[in-house]
């Protein structure tokens, strides 16, 4: 089945500091994999991808990290904002065709400021 | 660019009617749309994947004749919630790919609430 994610978990950080968003993910065969932003509301909103062969890819004041040994994929966030304050999804899209997709759980972040 | 719109953003029905949410790509060929539902504090589940001109294909425990899925063009998809009952309240999240590629774009999420 599809990851279904009960109870988010959630990460308190202050205004400026850096946030890390961890994600295990189940499928081995999945090679491309996304972080989403979602506010309440509102549809999942792009932040940044990763092809499986890499290990780390960064964008504008966020980086992904990827470990394929132990399926583990994390968003890091610097400096972070309030307006950054929303659920955070990694998906992953496994290598079987179709582009179908696959969300993990969620974190909510809370940003303090 | 790729921008993907939901109509209606809400909409509230009576528990035995039928409910039709549409979804469209607004400025690119769509290939593939994706039908999510999410429950309030829960993650996006993938309810089907609809394919232009074909059958769409729904995952396990979906119940396809509850859920009527039709992608009649490469701009439209639209999801039909069938005899909706109180338990399919939900949010319901559409999304495109880019046409053969894998990046995803998302509609803004219809939210369903049957009475």
């Known amino acids: 089945g599809e990851s279904v994610g009960l109870h988010l978990p959630t990460l308190s950080v202050q205004e400026g500091d850096n946030s890390i968003i961890n994600c295990a993910y189940s499928n081995s065969a999945s090679d491309y994999f996304i972080w989403y932003k979602q506010e309440s509301g509102k549809g999942p909103q792009f932040i940044i991808d990763i092809r499986s062969n890499m290990d780390k890819r960064q964008g504008q004041r966020v980086t992904v990290l990827l470990n394929k040994t132990v399926k583990h994929l994390s968003l890091q966030i610097a400096a972070t904002q309030p307006g950054d304050s929303a659920v955070y999804f990694c998906a992953e899209t496994p290598n079987t065709g179709g582009f179908k997709t696959i969300f993990g759980a969620g974190t909510r972040l809370f940003v303090k400021a | 660019g790729a921008v993907v719109s939901q109509h209606p953003s809400w909409v509230i029905c009576k528990s035995g009617t039928s409910v039709k949410i549409e979804c469209r790509s607004l400025d690119f060929q769509a290939t593939t749309m994706f039908w999510y539902r999410q429950f309030p504090k829960q993650s996006l589940m993938l309810m089907a994947t609809s394919n232009e001109g074909s059958k769409a294909t729904y995952e396990q425990g979906v119940e396809k004749d509850k859920f009527l899925i039709n992608h009649a063009s490469l701009t439209l998809s639209t999801l039909t919630v069938t005899s909706a009952h109180p338990e399919d309240s939900s949010f319901y999240i559409c999304?495109?790919?880019?046409?053969?590629?894998?990046?995803?774009?998302f509609g803004p999420g219809t939210r369903l609430t049957v009475l």
């Open positions: 999304s495109a790919n880019l046409r053969f590629t894998d990046t995803q774009y």
